[in-house]
């Protein structure tokens, strides 16, 4: 699932902003950048968490950048300000646009972004991974970078969104996406950029969540991740226990990474976002630096509490009652004081073995694709936008690097394929699968049973 103040105030920042010998500058271009330490993210000495919501107007299909359009992005940044929120995620960026306004906007309103790298035309092909890890991928990902990482209120990268999706078939692509986090890394150090925050969002599985987890914090230094998250729809307006949230803490003490929700917000029993109470309480923020509600506008899936009117999204904003409900429980549940009892230093994982739950069979990432090196020294120059022809196939007519292991590049593949794999999936797209998924292994289960 996927998803930007006010002229006036930012020209009153401006004109307020004394002119000689100091060192504020107008809010407007200067946040202070997110950063890790140990399990925890860090503004300045102070601990941050993530109080955000998931912003994707139109949806996954229509496959809009909500930050290249200011009649889009000024509209809902009065509202995230409104709702006290300080970090949104978008999940779908064009890196042919320019986005100072919104990103300004953003920041005036101390916002901070977390972005997907990817989009669906540009992404790893679930269904086949290996020959989508090429170097127009790369390309189009690490302009992404270059776009977004001038802006202070960048906070995150995802390397990924939901590409495992499974216990089976899915977890081969976890190298390919693993690969893509290191490849981001290197980039940012190699152009010289600051430290912003790579890591892979993952999905609901609870099988291999652990094994997934574990995976992207193990082995060398330059192949692991800055955070990891994962999207978890199981609160359903309960509690700690009875969510298994309790379990979540548990399994995940002494990970050695920042972690935290890239999505919550079941939507069984009413939506009263008693999440955000748990994510806040002493009993999470050793653990977990908060959270994402899924999600900010009400698309085909129903999880928004903002109805945008108009196709272009540049309508009216009707806050529907959850939008209520959301600021109620932001304001009644704040960020805690001191330091949630983090942990301070980093640690790596093990790496975790292959099962049938994870049939990753070697912890060997792939090679960067050779035609993808230059981008490091040269940059990745202008990228192809949301609409260019795609990469998930282009290893069959450019680099195409083999991965050890990856087999041979198939070119009659179909590329209707494509769409079957390889990107996020809203709950309402995915909720087939993980129906199916249970039906068959409680079906499974009563059949053993009998
Ligand atoms: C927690 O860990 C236990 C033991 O490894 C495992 O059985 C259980 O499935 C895990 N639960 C979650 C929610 O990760």
Same mark, same amino acid.
């Given at each position: ?32 950048? $997110? ?10 000495? #102070? &601990? ?15 496959? $809009?950048?909500?930050?290249? @359009? ?6 809902? $940044? ?5 709702? +006290? ?24 309103? @101390?916002?901070?972004? %977390? ?20 170097? @127009? ?7 992404? $970078?270059? #776009? ?33 986090? &290191? ?8 152009? +010289?950029? &600051? ?67 890239? #999505? ?17 309480? @002493? ?34 904003? #009707? ?16 960020? /805690? ?12 994982? %093990?790496? /975790? ?12 990432? /792939? ?15 202008? +990228?192809?936008?949301?609409?260019? /022809? ?31 794999? +390889? ?28």
């Amino acid at each position: 699932m996927r998803s930007a103040t006010l002229v006036a105030s930012l020209a009153a920042v401006v004109a307020a902003t004394p002119t000689k010998s100091t060192p504020q500058k107008p809010r407007a271009v200067s946040v202070e950048p $997110i950063t890790a330490t140990g399990n925890a993210f860090f503004k300045g000495s #102070e &601990r941050f968490y993530v109080r955000g919501v998931a912003y994707q107007p139109g949806g996954s299909g229509a496959n $809009i950048d909500p930050l290249a @359009d200011p009649k889009v992005c000024l509209p809902d $940044i009065k509202k995230f300000a409104d709702l +006290g929120i300080n970090v949104v995620r978008v999940y779908s960026v064009d890196n042919s646009k320019d986005h100072k306004e919104c990103m300004t906007a953003l920041a005036d309103a @101390d916002i901070y972004v %977390a972005l997907d790298a990817n989009n669906p035309k540009y992404s790893i092909n679930r269904a086949d991974p290996a020959p989508s890890y090429n170097a @127009d991928y790369l390309q189009s990902v690490f302009a992404v $970078i270059d #776009e977004f990482i001038k802006y202070d209120n960048t906070m995150a990268f995802f390397s990924g969104n939901e590409v495992i999706h499974d216990e089976a078939d899915t977890t081969k692509s976890a190298r390919y996406v693993k690969a893509t986090t &290191r490849d981001m890394r290197q980039y940012i150090r190699e152009r +010289g950029y &600051r430290k912003a925050l790579v890591g892979y969002s993952a999905a609901d599985v609870s099988t291999n969540r652990i094994q997934t987890a574990n995976y992207f914090n193990c082995g060398t230094e330059d192949e692991r991740s800055d955070f990891f998250a994962f999207n978890d729809y199981s609160w359903c307006d309960t509690d700690i226990v009875t969510s298994g949230w309790d379990v979540k803490v548990k399994n995940f003490t002494g990970y050695g990474l920042p972690i935290f929700l890239s #999505e919550y917000g079941c939507t069984k029993n009413g939506r009263t976002f008693g999440e955000i109470e748990a994510l806040m309480s @002493d009993q999470m923020t050793p653990v977990y630096s908060g959270g994402l509600m899924y999600e900010y506008s009400m698309e085909e899936n129903k999880f928004g509490i903002v109805q945008i009117s108009g196709k272009d999204q540049t309508g009216n904003r #009707e806050e529907l009652p959850e939008y209520k409900s959301l600021k109620n429980a932001l304001s009644k549940y704040p960020a /805690p004081t001191g330091d949630g009892g983090f942990t301070s230093t980093t640690a790596s994982a %093990a790496c /975790p073995t292959k099962d049938s739950n994870w049939l990753v069979d070697s912890t060997l990432l /792939p090679a960067m694709p050779e035609k993808a090196k230059v981008y490091l020294s040269d940059g990745a120059g202008k +990228g192809p936008g949301l609409n260019g /022809p795609g990469s998930q196939w282009a290893s069959t007519t450019s680099s195409g690097d083999a991965a050890p292991g990856s087999g041979s590049v198939d070119s009659t593949a179909s590329p209707s394929s494509a769409a079957a794999g +390889g990107f996020a999936m809203s709950p309402v797209d995915r909720a087939p699968f993980v129906i199916s998924g249970l039906v068959a292994f409680f079906t499974l289960v009563g059949a053993l049973a009998l």
